[in-house]
């Protein structure tokens, strides 16, 4: 605190010894901005002033800065992996001097494929199998071995070659000495037979040289090999984009959709609600009843969410301003369900305030009631009493003004979560707290989802929670607690989504819940002086960045955690995901939506 | 990501470390962008396959929503996504590859909820080999912000038939289907114990892979709320380049542009303004064009506009000014940019911005936005936006109260205490008494701001204006003591911060800033109490338990002092102060061979200061250790050779 230091500096003058200043002062601060594409700007407009208080952070949350030594060697690290990537994009031009420069001389790996024993799966046109490890070594040694070893490993592609790694980990002791990397390869194209990708996991490790700027690739212990074929005559993958034979028919498309929301946001008054980073849902429901699906889009404020309606030919028409649907507010999700058992869909906008509206046939809506509810995410609609009525759920995230997660791994000064209860005619009460669903609801909760997953009967509910621990509300006749904590499913992470499945089909309900995979946030994570002597911290914050989870229900009342076993775990910084049988063959598949921001900038953090 | 902080406890590096990542966002620095979308295969139940390449669905956008539906009704899943890139939202259509069967069951309920969400519904196959069963539950709402499908799809493999279809409709028992037919849609209705058959469609949909223009960089924004300015003075384009306000005039509109004389896309700007002055004129349009030519530049700049016969005003823009202006577009715009040349920000006759255009802007569009002056607010709102649509929520408040924020924090703190001014006592942009509040809490930040930065007198003002709006904030009652502090009217201050204790007597700073106050005006037995007082409350502060040691070494208490600032080493071993100021008081004390290890202990942590080294030097001369004392002189020679000099001398009048 200011007023603190000066003070102290205040009384100095008069004790017998000199006390000098020991704050540092903090280096000027340089960062590129966007400008437009012809546009001059401003002399002497770099960012300045505002940011000197907060300057050190940025330096602080700048990889190459000090006390980050992982990231520093990542970056390092990857200009060889970039070799890498490239002698597998052409892999039958590859010559063992391309790596000359990557690999030490006494470079070793084990046999990157592992130990082949038939399909792990051959159903449909797509076969996949894994390698068992530990595999053998390979003959030689040194940049020779290295460049036979990527050769068989890509030469199965004709075209199309995408590689790419991933530095998931490093473990680094001190600069200057051998350290190991977790690597992550995924590499993918046309094949003879159709279209191929390989994900592989490699224990690797580096070694510094004297003279040289980057360490040399000592040897790789591959811990994954996983190649996936589908069958396809016409090399085609398993979907296609029709977005456009859908939508650009529709004025909206070009005028609204077919751009961006940061390309938005720099034309449109952020008290509007317009904000870049937003999330925005949608809905597929059969608004007008005539048996095809129609699509609502939810948008930031400032423009008008879009009802897409679907013609005969699977064309689709906005409708949004016909319907009454057109709402101009911040929505950030919608539902469509019979909330009044008249057969037709009615609709829940979660704007500020929430609006609920009547199907009123005609493919007309009105507005029927409204709920005061500010920051609602997902909404999740179920009739937990078994009254005959829909009732719905809202997540809600960050109180107004307190938008900061405390503490981070486990914060508990959300929004509460709310259930309204519907009465009748249209009317929906707080039943929140009177059911027992204000337990443990001070969460940053973005999306929830019911299901009975201890099969007597009544719908449970699970909330996925950013910065901490979900919930699993048990429903005992109506009343809820929280048994998230006794049935092992609290996955205390950045939870986003969440969604049930029966992922081994054993007739009972499963959970997926999506997280947060960083790259840099695992690593930095994993870094020994991250949280020097909180060993219970680390914990939880290397746990924050494992990605997503699946839990299998035992059918007792508990779950057990499969994700890592079960591969599910790298779907990135990952927002919805949900369960889906991809290929018709009766198997719960999963289907995830990643990225946090894309800008300009392409130095990701 | 960032520091995590103390359970309950704001702490500021953590706010400060989300403060910098969300600037760095709005400005346009990637946070694990360009991720491509996963999609796992289930291989047997217990494993999973990556196959987001082979299945195509791997699109590198910052997805969100994501739902489940069989759009072109081919039997086959097809997902809609939204995300933040252009297109906002993708349908990938399922190419059915798979050559296998299936089921869609559309349920309708009776007696429980009709849309029959929570129904648990089994498909068993006609002689089913394995293990597997088939059991979905129907959700309303699942994954991220988005409601898949009511239509119930089952993938059935190889299945030549289907056995039975068992529901468990919600609050119901179960109801057994039988003849439901395979690779069919049918609806299943409570009660009916039937399926009934829906007719198939046929739709053919290309595939294609769309691609979003490219902004442009250039554009306008109309501001929902306008927002009133604070002082704004640009440099007369004369030879006193005196610097004057802005001068506005009831029911006429100022474009503040600005332009430089080399920027092509500006001239040509200035010359169609100039061109079309009567219409601007007309439409009550005043242009005051501002250049941000540097002083090289100017007699090019001053050229140009005479060649063009500018009539309207013109002058420099101050870098004042300009940071004014940046910090308008900042509290505009989510993004934040560098302002583009050129760029222009037209203003109300009672100075309120209106609408920032970046880039050249027409004429036409000035004309029409001039208009937008005398919209009320719900008008107003419907005229700023692209498209039409009906809204729920209030009309939006321009927030004066962020606006001073940023000013401050660009740190000019006199414009920011004279726009909060306009603000008190009660926020005329409404609000209650939650913006009551924040604004006295702002106010409190402020009046510190001012007074690291000397600015006394108007950090005073603030602090009563804080306290003008609640009476009760300790904060403003204490900034008021610091502030007299600062101004030696110490009768004054310690009243104030008497009345800070009363109102928060947990704050261990307010009777530490007392006990500073007495100390200097040698109060020594009152200000230890006060530091007392203060370490009762927070016994971790070492600069009370350091300065009230200061105190006792005033009043020669050598070994009461000692130990306070032991104490305060203690707490914090890095305290360098503290460590000298042992060795210090031990030295005039001439407890020698304690104070030469003090001594060591401050030169441990910085070995290189020369007032430390000197000091110890001395001690050495002193306890008779001159070979010590001399290679002291050889570290101290290359860092301070006055102070070589000196401990030379020293070394020599003792030989």
């Known amino acids: 605190m200011q007023v603190l230091r000066r003070s102290a500096l205040t009384l100095s003058f008069l004790l017998p010894w000199g006390c000098s200043g020991d704050d540092g002062t903090q280096p000027p601060q340089t960062e590129s901005g966007e400008s437009g594409q012809d546009l001059a700007v401003v002399p002497g407009q770099k960012e300045r002033i505002a940011l000197n208080k907060i300057a050190y952070k940025y330096d602080y949350l700048d990889p190459e800065q000090d006390g980050w030594n992982t990231e520093v060697l990542a970056a390092k690290v990857k200009e060889h992996l970039h070799r890498i990537e490239e002698a597998l994009h052409n892999p039958h031009e590859i010559e063992a001097s391309d790596l000359a420069a990557v690999a030490t001389g006494d470079f070793t790996c084990t046999n990157l494929t592992g130990k ?18 530990p595999s053998g070594p390979l003959e030689g040694t040194g940049a020779a071995v290295l460049a036979a070893a990527v050769v068989e490993f890509a030469d199965q592609y004709t075209e199309e070659v995408q590689a790419h790694f991933r530095v998931v980990r490093i473990d680094a002791p001190e600069l200057g000495a051998d350290f190991t990397t977790d690597l992550r390869l995924e590499l993918s194209g046309r094949t003879a037979s159709g279209r191929g990708q390989q994900t592989a996991e490699w224990s690797c490790t580096w070694r510094p040289v004297v003279g040289e700027d980057l360490p040399r690739l000592a040897a790789i212990v591959p811990t994954l090999h996983e190649s996936v074929i589908a069958k396809s005559e016409t090399g085609e993958p398993l979907f296609e984009d029709c977005t456009e034979a859908v939508l650009a028919g529709d004025e909206s498309y070009a005028a609204q959709l077919l751009r961006s929301q940061r390309d938005s946001a720099t034309e449109l008054d952020k008290e509007l609600g317009m904000a870049f980073r937003g999330n925005f849902g949608l809905a597929v429901g059969d608004v007008n009843g005539d048996r095809r699906d129609d699509l609502y889009v939810c948008m930031e404020g400032g423009l008008p969410n879009r009802l897409y309606v679907q013609q005969e030919d699977g064309t689709a028409r906005d409708v949004a301003a016909e319907a009454g649907l057109d709402y101009l507010d911040r929505s950030r999700s919608v539902l469509f369900v019979d909330l009044d058992d008249d057969g037709d869909q009615d609709c829940v906008v979660s704007t500020y305030p929430v609006t609920i509206h009547e199907n009123v046939g005609e493919g007309r809506f009105e507005r029927r009631a409204e709920a005061p509810l500010a920051n609602v995410y997902s909404m999740a609609s179920a009739d937990f009493d078994q009254d005959g009525d829909l009732d719905l759920y809202l997540c809600r995230y960050n109180a107004h003004g307190t938008d900061l997660p405390l503490p981070y791994h486990d914060a508990n000064n959300g929004l509460d979560n709310v259930l309204l209860r519907n009465e009748g005619s249209w009317k929906f009460a707080d039943a929140t707290q009177a059911i027992g669903l204000d337990d443990n609801n001070e969460r940053f ?138 290929n018709n063959d009766g198997l719960e598949d999963l289907y995830a939506v990643n990225g946090f921001i894309t800008n300009e900038d392409t130095g990701d953090l | 990501m960032s520091h995590s902080p103390e359970a309950g406890i704001e702490n500021k590096s953590y706010r400060d470390g989300w403060i910098a990542v969300h600037r760095m966002i709005r400005q346009g620095k990637s946070w694990s962008g360009r991720e491509r979308h996963s999609a796992f295969l289930n291989t047997g139940g217990a494993r999973f396959a990556d196959v987001s390449a082979v299945a195509g669905i791997d699109l590198q956008a910052d997805g969100r929503a994501l739902a489940r539906v069989d759009w072109d009704q081919d039997g086959g899943i097809d997902f809609w996504t939204s995300n933040r890139n252009a297109p906002r939202v993708h349908l990938f259509r399922n190419r059915r590859a798979d050559g296998n069967h299936w089921v869609q069951l559309d349920l309708v309920g009776s007696g429980g909820n009709r849309d029959a969400i929570g129904a648990r519904v089994e498909v068993v196959p006609r002689d089913a080999a394995g293990e597997l069963r088939y059991v979905k539950t129907l959700h309303a709402g699942e994954g991220f912000l988005s409601q898949s499908s009511k239509t119930m799809h089952f993938g059935l493999g190889a299945a ?19 003849g439901v037919q395979i690779d069919r849609r049918q609806v299943l209705g409570q009660g009916s ?7 198939a469609r046929a739709v053919a949909l290309a595939s294609s892979t769309p691609d979003a223009p490219r902004a442009s960089g250039r554009g306008r924004v109309a501001l929902a709320a306008p927002l009133p300015m604070p002082r704004m003075l640009y440099a007369q384009a004369d030879t006193t380049a005196s610097l004057v306000p802005i001068a506005f005039e009831p029911g006429r509109a100022v474009l503040v542009n600005l332009w430089a004389s080399w920027c092509a896309n500006c001239r040509k700007e200035l010359d169609a303004f100039h061109e079309h002055a009567a219409e601007l004129d007309a439409a009550g349009v005043d242009v005051l064009a501002l250049s941000v030519d540097e002083e090289a530049e100017r007699p090019a700049a001053l050229k140009f506009l005479a060649d063009l016969g500018w009539g309207e005003a013109s002058g420099w823009a101050p870098s ?22 050129p760029t222009s920000f ?57 606006f001073a924020n940023r000013l401050r924090d660009r740190g ?20 209650g008494d939650e913006a009551t509040r924040s604004l006295a809490q702002s106010l409190v930040l402020l009046g510190a701001d001012l007074t690291r930065d000397g600015l006394l007198p108007t950090a005073l003002e603030t602090y009563k204006r804080a306290v003008a709006l609640d009476a009760e904030l300790a904060l403003a009652h204490q900034g008021i003591g610091i502030v007299l502090s600062e101004l030696r009217e110490d009768a004054r201050a310690i009243r104030a911060l008497q009345r800070a204790r009363g109102l928060d007597p947990k704050d261990a700073r307010t009777p530490y800033l007392v006990g500073v106050i007495l100390a200097r005006g040698e109060r020594f037995v009152e200000a230890i109490a006060a530091f007392d007082q203060s370490l009762s409350l927070n016994p971790k502060n070492v600069k009370a338990h350091f300065n009230r040691g200061a105190v006792f070494s005033k009043q020669g208490r050598v070994d009461q002092a000692i130990e306070a600032i032991r104490k305060a080493r203690t707490i914090e071993p890095a305290y360098l102060q503290a460590h000298r100021a042992e060795a210090q008081i031990l030295h005039a004390r001439k407890r020698l061979p304690e104070a030469l290890n003090a001594y060591r202990s401050a030169l441990a942590l910085q070995p290189n200061h020369a007032g430390t080294l000197v000091a110890f030097g001395v001690a050495q001369v002193e306890i008779g250790d001159r070979a010590g004392a001399l290679r002291t002189l050889q570290r101290l020679m290359p860092l301070d050779a006055n102070l070589a000099a000196q401990l030379q001398a020293e070394i020599s009048r003792v030989r």
């Open chain 2, 193 to 199: 114990g039937a399926a009934q058959a829906l007719p």
């Open chain 1, 116 to 133: 082949l024993s038939g399909a792990d799966y051959d159903a449909g046109g797509i076969v996949v199998v894994r390698g068992a490890f």
């Open chain 2, 412 to 431: 000019h703190l006199a414009l920011a205490a004279d726009y909060l001014a306009r603000l008190g006592p009660r926020n005329p942009e409404g609000g």
């Open chain 2, 320 to 341: 004042e000014l300009l940071d004014v202006l940046r910090t308008a577009e900042e509290e505009v715009l989510d993004p934040l940019r560098e302002l583009a040349l």
């Open chain 2, 160 to 178: 030549e038939a289907i056995e039975r279809v068992i529901v468990r409709w919600p609050g119901a028992g179960e109801e057994v289907f039988e």
């Open chain 2, 346 to 402: 037209l203003l109300s006759g009672t100075g309120r911005l209106v609408a920032i255009y970046r880039g050249p802007v027409e004429v036409e569009t000035l004309v029409r936005d001039a208009a937008l002056i005398d919209l009320d607010a719900l008008a107003l709102r419907d005229a700023v936006v692209p498209f039409p649509g009906r809204w729920v929520g209030p009309t939006p408040v321009a927030d004066l109260l962020t």
């Open chain 1, 445 to 582: 909760s973005f999306a929830a989802s019911w299901v009975d997953y201890d099969d007597d009967g009544d719908l449970d509910l699970y909330v996925a929670n950013d910065y901490g621990r979900n919930n699993l509300y048990k429903n005992t006749r109506g009343t809820f607690h929280d048994a998230a904590a006794e049935a092992g499913a609290e996955d205390i992470s950045a939870g986003m989504s969440v969604c049930w499945g029966d992922a081994n089909a054993d007739g009972r309900s499963d959970l997926y819940v999506s997280n947060m995979f960083s790259p840099a946030g695992n690593r930095i994570a994993f870094q020994r002086n991250f949280r020097e002597g909180d060993d219970a911290d680390l914990a939880s914050f290397q746990r924050h960045a494992r990605g997503n989870s699946l839990f299998v229900n035992q059918g007792d009342g508990t779950f057990v955690d499969t994700s890592v076993d079960a591969g599910v775990t790298m779907a990135r910084w990952a927002w919805g995901s949900i369960f889906s049988d991809l």
